[in-house]
């Protein structure tokens, strides 16, 4: 159980352009999923917290207008990273906690999305 | 906020000797301490977790202790082996008071277990 997805799994965009992340928890419901970005060999850094059915809470130092969060059902969450540039380059992991394991202290992580912008 | 800082950044290690990854962490209101293990593309991996009204846990060859007054903790991995080798994260998490419990990650050891 507590299984979640992350389609795609990789992307190559113009730069520009916008893509779009989905994280979905498959055998539970998330009222809280995480959006994480991580650069080569570094850490996972926080971007924003998701919540379902409200607006979503950005870390600082990230522009809420270029990376878009919506979080419309307990099992989908989404990340639109509009008008990409080489630099937003990087491995997107999202995270959903589960409130029946583990009391919810227990995050499960995507698989993560390659993001290639050229 | 947190902050949580982990040493060393690299580690290598024989095979069959045991490797120690420590961190150490801001708020002493942090009572959820994962660890997770990462492979080169891919998530991280629970590998084992504590909280703080325990001092230390044990599943097989890998251990965690935790010291709350010191506010540090650290990872214990025993008979290393090959499969090993990979990026090991720590993480603290917020209290759950209100808050969304947030994960903040040390940043990272590159254990290599040669054989």
């Known amino acids: 159980g507590a299984v979640v997805s992350q389609h795609p799994s990789w992307v190559i965009c113009k730069s520009g352009t916008s893509v779009k992340i989905e994280c979905r928890s498959l055998?539970?419901?998330?009222?809280?999923m995480f959006w994480y970005r991580q650069f080569p060999k570094q850490s996972l850094m926080l971007m924003a917290t998701s919540n379902e059915g409200s607006k979503a809470t950005y870390e600082q130092g990230v522009e809420k207008d270029k990376f878009l969060i919506n979080h419309a059902s307990l099992t989908l969450s989404t990340l639109t990273v509009t008008s990409a540039h080489p630099e937003d380059s990087s491995f997107y992991i999202c995270s959903a906690r589960d409130l029946e394991t583990s009391g919810g202290a227990e995050q499960f992580f995507g698989p993560g999305t390659r993001l290639t912008v050229l | 906020g947190e902050n949580v800082e982990q040493h060393p950044s690299t580690l290598s290690v024989q095979e069959g000797d045991s490797a120690v990854i420590k961190c150490t962490y801001s708020?002493?209101?942090?009572?959820?301490f994962p660890w997770y293990k990462q492979e080169l593309g891919k998530r991280p991996q629970l590998i084992i977790d504590i909280r703080s009204n325990v001092g230390e846990k044990k599943d097989q060859r890998i251990a965690v202790t935790l010291n709350k007054t010191a506010k540090h903790f650290s990872l214990h991995i025993t008979e290393t082996q090959p499969e090993d080798s990979a990026v090991y994260f720590c993480?603290?998490?917020?209290?759950?008071?209100?808050?969304?419990?947030?994960?903040?990650f040390g940043s990272g050891t590159q254990l290599t277990v040669l054989p």
């Open positions: 993480a603290a998490q917020d209290p759950p008071t209100g808050s969304a419990r947030q994960l903040t």
């Open positions: 708020d002493s209101a942090s009572n959820y």
């Open positions: 055998d539970f419901q998330a009222t809280t």
